[in-house]
């Protein structure tokens, strides 16, 4: 089992839909939650950042995590074309000590 | 842009080759990362350095090492490549070492054939 999972979609919807995504792990200690978005042919930028449990919010992006479940996910609301891109989780016990763990990605369409 | 620059873009070489990527890290940034991305396993973290030391390993081959440089700019080299190399590699950088925000450079796509 792989530490953090991450189905690749791809996910399509229409302009203004709620998105998604969702992350599980299997390392109960992570305590950093992340989502990275990456664009095609370019390097992922961070989005969001989590620490524990909670919620976090971010315009017109959400971030909740649930250590209970070992579950994390990120919401999109009225999405836009500009979305479009590959949406990576990723965590880590503590980021001054230790490297991050990325999902492999779920890819994201956002129709006009 | 993030500021964070990879030569070269693309690469295309042989098995059994060896290449060397570059990575000049943002300027003020002393922490640089490595990581491959492939279809298969993900963004996977293979070394970090920061202010000219090693500081965390990945699952690095023993094929590749890496270093950074007085300036901060940092090479990967990999060596006895095999179709399995092929993948887009990455460089990020930031500020304090070890951190949450980690500012990726466009990447450099290798093929091995």
Redesign the interface.
Known sequence: QKEVEQDPGPLSVPEGAIVSLNCTYSNSAFQ?F?WYRQYS??????LM?TYSSGNKEDGRFTAQVDKSSKYISLFIRDSQPSDSATY?C?M?L????????????TRLSVIA | DSGVTQTPKHLITATGQRVTLRCSPRSGDLSVYWYQQSLDQGLQFLIQYYNGEERAKGNILERFSAQQFPDLHSELNLSSLELGDSALYFCASSVVPGSYEQYFGPGTRLTVT
């Open positions: 950093y992340m042919r370019k390097g992922p930028e961070l950042y990576l990723a880590s503590n980021p001054g000590n230790t490297p991050l763990v990325f999902g492999k990605g």
